[in-house]
Each structure stands twice: as C-alpha cells, then as structure tokens.
C-alpha cells in the first residue's frame, strides 16, 4: 500500500473529492485507485481565511505499487509501513496473574493477559461503570461522596469521567493495538486516525464494558468492590494478594502482579510503603480549571469558521516558562464540557473536566497549572506529595464553604487580587455549585503568582484568553501522581520479583493512552516476551 502525506484538503470532503486529490497526486487513473483510508487528519488553522485538512493517506492500487512510488520520486510518498500488533503466547504461567486496578494501565495488561490466555484475575476497589455512574451523579447532586466509588475509583478508572481525548503521539504497534481495541469495544472508528481524537465521557463508558467482556469470555475474572490491601511477598518473591470484598477479607495467591491503582489511591500507596516497596517523590502540577464560552474560544481558534460542524468545538494548548523557574501550562482541556467535582477523600476538594463526544456543551474549560517540584512538599518522605495535595484540597474544601462547592473567582478579579460579588457573562458548570472565594486563600503564593504570569503571558499569545469574564475554579491538584513506585529494567518493583508497578500511579505513564500501553508493556514482561 502507498503512503501520502501532507494533502490539503477541503473541509468538506467527500470519497469523490479525496480520489480526484490522490489519483492527480500519484499521477494515475481513477480506475486504478482500489481502496483509499484516511491514516491522519489534523485541522490546519494557520491561516483563519483559509482553514482546511492536513491529511495523510493509505491507498491500493491495482498494478505495481512499487512502480507508482518510483515514479513519482517525491518524499510525501512512500511505502506504507504496517504497525501490526501480535499478542504474545502464554508461556504456561505457574498461576493467574492478578492485576490491580482497572484503569485504562489495568484493563490493557488484563486484556493482553486474557488474549494470551493467562487468564487473569482483576481486582477492582471501586464498582462497575454502571453503578459508578449513580454513585457520581449523586454526589454531584447531592454532595454526597463515596470513599471507593467515584470519579478517581470504580471501572474505567480515573478517565471514565472525562473528554475521553487520546494523547497519540508517534504511533507503534502498541498504539495500534490499544485504538483497535478501543474501536472494537464500542469508541468511534475514527480515533484511528484523527491527531487529536477523544471518546467523550458518553463513549467511554460504553468501550469500557467492551473490554471487559472480553477479558471474562477469554476466561480471565473481574471482582469490583474488591480493594487490595497487601502485596504478599516472600524471599523477595510476589505470593499473593490479601483484599477485602464487600467486607470480607480473601487472599488470592499469585507470583505476578500488576500494580495498576492509579494516582489516587493514597491509602493503598501507604500500605505498600509500609510493607516495604520502595517509592520515591516525583513532581507534578497544581492550579485551577479556567472556563470560557465555548463560542468566544471557537472565535479565537477559527474566525469566519467557527461554527462549521466539520471543524466542531475549538481546542487550545499553551505553555510559559516563567522568570521564576515555573512552567505554568494549559492541561487536559475539554471543549464543550463541565467542570467535575473529582476528589476521593472526604473534606477534600479536587477539580478535572469532561465532555460528551458531541463536545456540545456551553463552556469549554481546561486546567492551568503551575509546576510544583519536591522542594515545596515540605519533607523528605515520600509520600509528602500526597500530603502536599491534601492540604490544598482541605484549604479549598473550606474556601467553597463545605458540601464540595467549589471556590471560584473572575479572572480579572483574581489578576486585581479581589473577590468577586457577581458572575459575568460565564457562568460556572461544576456541580454541586460554586461559592465566591479568593484561590490566595486556599493555594500557596508562588503558585498564585505564577498563574498570574502565566495568564498575562497566554492572553498575548492567544488574544481574549485573558477574558475578564472567565471563571477560575480550584483547586486542581491530581494532574499526575506524586510518587513513583520505581521499577527496574524488566518493569518490575525495585527488589520484588512479580510485582509490575505500573501507569499512572507508578509514575510512568500520564493519560489514557500511555497508561494502557504501559498495561500492554507489563503483560508483555509476565508473559515473558
Ligand atoms: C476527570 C478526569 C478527566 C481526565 N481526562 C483525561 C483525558 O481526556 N485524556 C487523558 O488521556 N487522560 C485524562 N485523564 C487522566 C487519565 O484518566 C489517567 O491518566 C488514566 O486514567 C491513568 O490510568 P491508570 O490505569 O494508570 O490509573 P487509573 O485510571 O487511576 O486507574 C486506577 C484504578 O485502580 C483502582 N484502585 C486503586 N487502588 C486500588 C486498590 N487498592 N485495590 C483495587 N483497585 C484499586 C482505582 O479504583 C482505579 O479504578 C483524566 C482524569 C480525570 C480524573
């Protein structure tokens, strides 16, 4: 098959449209165009008069396909390369993997588990998608929270409740694998191909079912409400597991586990720490979740085009580096989406966004963090990034006046550093409400400074960022995990034979993608590939 890249085209293509562009493109006949599939689509809105579709494309042709390459010598055409994926052979594992945590890292490494036929086990402390669901909308309503089943914990893990967008990136065979797999559980065909795909919170939930179905016909196990409390290990070797299911505790002996619990589970980090896994501080990110009419940002990113249903809801991304030695960066934004009450501890309070797929909602929103190293934790322990994170979530539980609202100020009061009295023409969509507060009062004062900087900086770099009218809720906190379960070269848990830190929680992956490969890459390591 023949690869070409870098075609321009309308926005409103069409198959008729794509084959005049190829067959000109490859100099030949129509009629030797067989199949064309569209392998990346990426908005290109340089000019704002002139906005169309940056695309690369794999077509068949019949005849020599050698031919039409050499006789075209033009480096935008090329053999395509397939990225195919083979699943590793199970190598007759002595016992059933456990895998701990289903996120996308633990659903991935159950699911090349299952496909091997190891026939794992995974262990989930939070309820399936369906429940989740209830249990999330209630506490949205209600302000009622529950400890184990939330937006950090339950099926889907941390991403089940989100814009569901997919950070790509040079793709691999194990990229591959975890779209395809995707798609075939129920996500839209297209995240195959677009550069900045998303599922949308909607989808997700859907997908995630998918894959665990598969995961039970290929006889592995899924237990939800199942919360592990211990790694057994003996003589440096990975035993078993000891967990507590709907209030009883079982054990369940293994010689390989996935750690796959994310970078919320600060109870479970402890109780590893405790038993003697080692665990380093890692930096990460705080700041507050910005939200703008999505219409103003769809103005800002497409001019006359906003609007157009080809382009849908307008994204944007900046970072600065600040005098101070802080990066201040846009992060995990969601067009067309809510802002989300995120904690998994009581007193707490944590934002994040979502979205639907249709992206169709009146804000779009993102977060805006500031840079935070070990320095600022305050400790050498290494769960100090936890308590870091904690005392900011309690400080804005306060701020918000309790019941999970959310403090939230103007962005042009909190850059004049005074409360606001009345919301402009953005109004808030994090649920169970909001209550005027000033973020000085529940974030340290570098990183309010920062954000400061940082909001001047990207209102000249993306004029009308700096609206008067946008809302700034916090506090945002969990934007990656605070330690990092070190591991070494064969993935495994420094000194622990059969224990596989791994994703987000382990510190090796951040988002929905990296996450899963790093599931696919620990499942590969069991199964001895
Ligand atoms: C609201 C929100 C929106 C987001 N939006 C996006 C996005 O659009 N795109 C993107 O790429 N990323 C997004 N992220 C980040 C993304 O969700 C994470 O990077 C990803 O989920 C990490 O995957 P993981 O499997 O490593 O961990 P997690 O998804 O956190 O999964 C860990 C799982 O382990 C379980 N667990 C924890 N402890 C235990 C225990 N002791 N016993 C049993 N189970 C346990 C938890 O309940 C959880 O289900 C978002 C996150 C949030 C919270």
């Known amino acids: ?23 000109t493109r490859l100099n030949i006949e129509h009629s030797r165009i067989e199949r064309i599939s569209i392998a990346k689509r990426t908005v290109n809105a340089r000019n704002k008069q002139d906005i169309y579709f940056d695309m690369t494309v794999v077509v068949c042709v019949s005849g020599d396909e050698n031919e039409v390459i050499s006789m075209n010598k033009d480096k935008f ?36 588990l299952a496909q091997a036929g190891a026939r794992p086990i995974l262990l989930e402390r939070g309820l399936d998608v369906d429940s989740r669901k209830r249990k999330v909308l209630k506490f949205w309503r209600t302000g009622i929270l529950d400890t184990q089943t939330n937006v950090q914990f339950g099926e889907g893990g941390a991403g089940a409740f989100s814009d569901g967008k997919l950070k790509i990136g040079q793709k691999n065979p194990r990229k591959m694998k975890v779209l395809s797999e995707l798609v075939q559980a129920g996500a839209p065909p297209e995240i195959m191909y677009l550069s900045k795909p998303h599922i949308g919170t909607d989808r997700l939930n859907e997908t995630v079912k998918g894959i665990r179905e598969q995961v039970i016909r290929l006889g592995g196990e899924v237990r939800f409400n199942a919360t592990v409390k211990e ?108 802002v989300v009450a995120a904690t998994s501890e009581e007193n707490g309070l944590t934002t994040n966004g979502m979205s639907e797929f249709a992206r169709d909602g009146r804000n779009a929103n993102t977060a805006l963090l500031v840079t935070v190293e070990k320095e600022d934790f305050g400790s050498e322990h290494p769960l100090a990034g936890c308590a870091f994170q904690r005392r900011i979530e309690g400080a804005a539980f306060t701020a918000g006046g309790g019941g999970y609202k959310a403090p939230v100020q103007r962005l042009e009061d909190f850059l004049q550093k005074r409360k ?15 209550e005027f507060a000033v973020l000085d009062s529940f974030l340290p004062e570098y990183i309010t400074d920062s954000l400061r900087h940082g909001i001047l ?73």
């Open 420 to 434: 606001t009295t009345a919301f402009g023409d953005v109004l808030p969509t994090y649920l169970p409400g909001t």
């Open 77 to 112: 055409i090329s053999k395509e390369i397939e990225l195919n994926y083979t699943v590793p052979k199970d190598r007759k594992l002595k016992e059933r993997p456990v895998v701990v945590g289903c996120g996308p890292a633990g659903m991935f490494a159950a699911l090349i």
């Open 231 to 338: 790694i057994l290990f003996k003589d440096a070797q990975v035993t078993g597991v000891r967990f507590e299911e709907e209030g009883n505790i079982a054990e369940v002996s293994t010689d390989n586990v996935v750690l796959a619990i994310g970078h919320s589970a600060r109870d479970t980090f402890e109780s590893l720490l405790n038993s003697g896994v080692y665990m380093e501080q890692k930096s990460f990110a705080v700041g507050v979740r910005v939200e703008h009419s999505q219409e103003m940002i769809d103005k800002i990113q497409y001019g006359d085009f906003a609007g157009r249903p080809e382009l849908g809801a307008a994204d944007y991304k900046m970072v600065v580096h600040l005098q101070n030695g802080r990066g201040v960066y846009t992060f995990c934004m969601c067009p067309g989406g809510t």
């Open 1 to 23: 098959m023949i690869k070409i890249t870098g075609l321009k085209v309308v926005l409103t293509y069409d198959l008729k449209i794509l084959e005049d562009i190829v067959a």
């Open 457 to 529: 900086e990207m209102g000249a770099w993306m004029p009308g960022f700096a609206y008067p009218d946008a809302l700034l809720t916090g506090a945002e906190t969990r934007s990656s995990s605070p330690v990092r379960i070190t591991r070494g070269e064969s993935l495994e848990a420094i000194g622990i034979k059969g224990l596989y830190p791994c994703g987000e929680g382990a510190g090796y992956s951040g988002g929905i993608i990296s996450a899963a490969v790093d599931g696919v890459l620990c499942a590969e390591q069991i199964l001895g590939s």
